[in-house]
């Protein structure tokens, strides 16, 4: 079975780091691009970027550019997620997605979710 | 603001037919069928429903239709039923390799 495993709900300080994670299984990982989306309390879908994870050739929306970081572990079929110092604002849910795996210019799998809370 | 224009709400009674636009631009939508749509219920992660404009995935019933004309993606979901109240979004994916969502529309089946 494809699936997207994303790792659990966060509850952490603003200024905080923070790295999730979303590992692949049943699919050729490194073969296929995997996107990240934020969805904030009660907002819409918003893309972030998205990451290949054979050569880590990743692309971020601008609106992304510089507050977060996108990475892969091709070795153990994960793709992350990062932030160096977190803000209130950065409270959401973020989901990974595979993109155009079987279906063209779609995300067709997507993970669970991991929440993320930031508040002091 | 999305580059993505959704209605914020539709409606229907169980068995009519809904339609949800998706508006963009002649440089993106109007000029590649590069639209996809996704389901969302309250809760859950999003589903993929429509790609390429008007192709539908397996599993997905054949109730749910995509469409283009002009600047305009439209999802339409006939012989509505009680289960498809849900949050729909529009997708394009743009030559740039970058992805933009409409802002979403809510459908409540009455």
């Known amino acids: 079975e494809v699936q997207l495993v994303q790792s659990g709900a966060e509850v952490k300080k603003p200024g905080e780091s923070l790295k999730i994670s979303c590992k692949g299984s049943g699919y050729s990982f490194t073969t296929y691009w995997i996107g990240w989306v934020r969805q904030m309390p009660g907002k819409g879908l918003e893309w972030m970027g998205i990451i290949y994870p054979g050569d880590s050739d990743t692309r971020y929306s601008p609106s992304f550019q510089g507050q977060v970081t996108i990475s892969a572990a091709k070795s153990i079929s994960t793709a992350y997620l990062q932030w160096s110092s977190l803000k209130a604002s950065d409270t959401a849910m973020y989901y990974c997605a595979t993109f155009a795996r079987l279906y063209t210019d779609a995300f067709d799998i997507w993970g669970q979710g991991t929440m993320v809370t930031v508040s002091s | 603001q999305s580059a993505l224009t959704q209605p914020p709400s539709v409606s229907g009674s169980p068995g009519q037919s809904v339609t949800i636009s998706c508006t963009g631009t002649?440089?993106?939508?109007?000029?590649?069928?590069?639209v996809s749509w996704y389901q969302q219920p309250p809760g859950t992660a999003p589903k993929l429903m429509i790609y390429?404009?008007?192709n539908r995935p397996s599993g997905v019933p054949d109730r749910f239709s995509g469409s283009k004309s002009g600047n305009t993606a439209s999802l339409t979901i006939s012989g509505l039923q009680a289960e498809d109240e849900a949050d729909y979004y529009c997708s394009l994916y743009r030559s740039s390799s970058t992805v933009v969502f409409g802002g979403g529309t809510k459908l409540t089946v009455l």
């Open positions: 002649s440089s993106d939508v109007g000029s590649y069928n590069r």
């Open positions: 390429e404009v008007s």
